[in-house]
C-alpha cells in the first residue's frame, strides 16, 4: 500500500495517481479475508455489507429490512413473491437498473456452471421472471421463510462478465484490485441514496493479526478488526477508539464424525464437560465474549433456553463418562479403547491468533481428563483436504433468519462440501427439522422445529462449542455513523467497517 504519515498524524493518506487525499476523504480499512471474487453471483458479500452493490432488500445495524432496489417490502408467505423496483436507479457504467437485471444476478446465481458457493442458499428458487422492466418475480418451489432475508445479495447488469470488474449500483464504484493486497473505491457522486462523506476507501487485506496490530499503530491504517488482547495496546490512547460490537459469531470445535475417536459420543461428550469456557472468555477473549452452548445464541428469539451448560468445567464428570465408555487411563496418562488411544488433531488457521490460543486451551483442559490433542496450525488449503480426518476450530454464526447456516451446516445433503456440513452428520430427524422450518411461515412450527435441532445437536455433541465473541475494532480518528449492530460470521464486509458509507468526520 502507497502510505506514508506518522501516528500521530492520523492515518496514512492514500496516493490517487500523484494526488495525496486527506483525512477526511480516505479511510484506510484493514480486513482480514480477501473474497476470491467481488461478484455477488460467486459469492461476494450476500448478505448485503458490499459496498459497491445494493441488494432489492437491505438491513440496518439493528437487523430490520428495509427496501433496497425495492421500493417496498412485498408480502412473502407463498410460492410468489413479487417486488417493484424504484425508478431511476443507475448502474455505475450508467445503464438503467431493470428487471433484467435482477433475473440474470439470480440466474448466474443458480447456474451449476458457475459454481457459486451460496448456490445452496437459493436452491428454494424455482425461477425469477421480469413481467415488466420494473416488476421481479420469484418462483419458489416452496414457501420459503427467510425469501426477504436472501433479497440483500447484490444485483449486477444483465449479461455482464462475472469475472470482470465489478459494477454495481452501490454508493462506491470499483477503482482497481491489487491481488492479495487492496481494493480502491471511490464514491459514486451519482447514487441514488446519500452519497458517501468519504469519498475514497481502500480495503486493505491482512491475515495475520500481529500485522495488522502493527499497521494500525504505524498509522496505516484508519480501521481495523482485531482479537480483544491485541485491541488492548490502543485503549485511552488519544485519537483512537476501540469499539466493542455484539455478534452471533462462535468459536467452536467441529469433529469428524466418521473417525475411531472423534467419532465417539463419550469422547465429545467430555471434552464438553472438561472445558473451561469461563476462562477462555476472561483470558482469551479479555471479557469481549460470553460462553458458548449451541448454534443458536443465548437471548435470540430462536434459541432454546433448555440447551444450556455450565461456564466452569466437570472434570469428574468428564472422567466418569469416559470411564463408563471403556476408554481407561494408560501408564501415561492418556486414555484408551480396545488399542485405540485418545488422541486425534485439531486445526486451526495459522495466521488467527485467537483460534489458535482457543486449540491450545481446549487442548490443555483435554489432557486433564486423558485425551491428547495434536496442535496443527495450518492455512485454509491445507485445511480444506483434511476436513473430514481432523477436528477444526471453526467460526459460524448469524443474527439473521436461523436458517442461515444452519442449514448447510447440519443438514445431510451438504455433508463434506467444504466447510458446510464437513463433520459429515447424517441425522434423519436433523434434516426433516430443518426442511420443516425453512418451509413453514408458522412462527410457532418454526421455533419447535430449530429447538429440535439444536436439541438433537446438543445430546449427540456434534460440535464443541466454546464462546460467543464480541467483534472489536480499533478506529483512529473521530468520526460519527460508528454505529455497531449485532454481527455475523462475516469476512468479506468487515462488520463495522462496512459501515463507513455512513460515517462522517465529527465537528
Not at 417486488?83 to 451449476?112: I, M
Not at 470445535?253 to 465429545?268: H, K, S, W
Not at 408458522?442 to 462449542?465: C, E, F, I
Request: glycine share 10%; charged share 25%.
Amino acid at each position: 500500500m502507497s502510505a506514508c504519515s506518522a501516528p500521530s498524524e492520523g492515518p496514512a493518506a492514500v496516493k490517487q495517481g500523484t494526488e495525496r487525499d486527506t483525512e477526511r476523504d480516505t479511510v484506510v480499512l484493514g480486513l482480514t479475508v480477501e473474497h476470491d471474487s467481488l461478484n455477488p453471483a460467486l459469492g461476494y458479500a450476500p448478505d448485503g455489507g458490499s459496498l459497491m452493490y445494493d441488494g432489492l432488500v437491505r438491513r440496518t445495524p439493528d437487523l430490520k429490512l428495509h427496501p433496497g432496489l425495492a421500493e417496498s417490502l412485498p408480502e412473502a408467505d407463498g410460492e410468489e413473491v413479487t417486488f417493484k423496483l424504484r425508478q431511476g436507479v443507475k448502474f455505475h457504467d450508467g445503464k438503467e437498473l431493470t428487471s433484467a437485471d435482477v433475473v440474470y444476478t439470480y440466474e448466474q446465481v443458480l447456474k451449476s456452471a458457475n459454481n457459486s458457493p451460496i448456490r445452496g442458499d437459493y436452491e428454494f428458487i424455482d425461477k425469477v421472471s421480469a413481467p415488466d422492466p420494473r416488476t421481479v418475480v420469484f418462483h419458489l418451489k416452496h414457501p420459503y421463510a427467510a425469501i426477504l432475508q436472501r433479497t440483500t445479495l447484490g444485483i449486477i447488469p444483465a449479461g455482464s462478465d462475472l469475472s470482470g470488474d465489478p459494477v454495481g449500483t452501490g454508493p462506491y464504484t470499483f477503482v482497481a484490485w491489487n491481488k492479495g493486497e487492496k481494493v480502491m473505491l471511490k464514491a459514486n457522486e451519482g447514487y441514488w441514496g446519500e452519497v458517501p462523506t468519504v469519498k475514497n476507501v481502500v480495503l486493505a487485506y491482512t491475515a495475520d493479526d500481529n500485522a495488522r496490530a502493527s499497521r494500525m499503530a504505524a498509522g496505516e491504517l484508519t480501521a481495523t478488526v482485531l482479537p480483544p488482547k491485541a485491541a488492548a495496546r490502543f485503549r485511552n490512547q488519544p485519537g483512537m477508539s476501540v469499539i466493542e460490537a455484539p455478534s452471533a459469531d462462535y468459536r467452536a470445535i467441529m469433529f469428524p464424525l466418521e473417525q475411531p475417536v472423534t467419532g465417539d459420543l463419550a469422547i465429545r461428550r467430555a471434552l464438553d464437560l472438561a472445558v473451561d469456557r469461563a476462562a477462555m472468555v476472561s483470558a482469551i477473549l479479555a471479557g469481549a465474549g460470553n460462553p458458548g452452548f449451541g448454534p443458536v445464541p443465548a437471548g435470540t428469539e430462536w434459541h432454546n433456553a433448555a440447551v444450556r451448560g455450565s461456564p466452569d468445567p466437570d472434570r469428574a464428570g468428564a472422567a466418569k463418562v469416559l470411564d463408563e465408555a471403556g476408554w481407561k487411563a494408560g501408564a501415561d496418562g492418556i486414555r484408551e479403547k480396545d488399542g485405540t488411544p485418545a488422541r486425534f488433531t485439531l486445526m486451526y488457521r495459522a495466521s488467527d491468533t485467537l483460534r489458535k490460543e482457543i486449540a491450545l486451551a481446549v487442548a490443555s483442559d483435554a489432557k486433564q481428563v486423558g485425551i491428547d490433542i495434536r496442535l496443527a496450525g495450518l492455512d485454509s488449503d491445507a485445511i480444506v483436504p483434511r476436513l473430514s480426518k481432523d477436528a477444526l476450530v471453526m467460526g459460524w454464526g448469524s443474527p439473521y433468519d436461523p436458517d442461515y447456516t444452519n442449514y448447510k451446516l447440519f443438514h445431510s445433503s451438504f455433508a463434506g462440501q467444504g466447510y458446510f456440513n464437513p463433520g459429515h452428520l447424517d441425522d434423519p430427524a436433523v434434516d426433516k427439522a430443518l426442511e420443516t422450518a425453512r418451509q413453514s411461515s408458522d412462527p410457532v412450527t418454526r421455533k419447535k422445529a430449530y429447538d429440535m435441532v439444536q436439541q438433537r445437536v446438543d445430546d449427540n455433541a456434534t460440535w464443541l462449542y466454546l464462546v460467543y465473541l464480541k467483534h472489536v475494532y480499533v478506529v483512529r480518528g473521530n468520526w460519527t455513523g460508528l454505529t455497531p449492530g449485532v454481527e455475523a460470521h462475516e469476512h468479506a464486509t468487515g462488520g463495522l467497517l462496512g459501515t463507513v458509507v455512513n460515517w462522517k468526520p465529527a465537528q
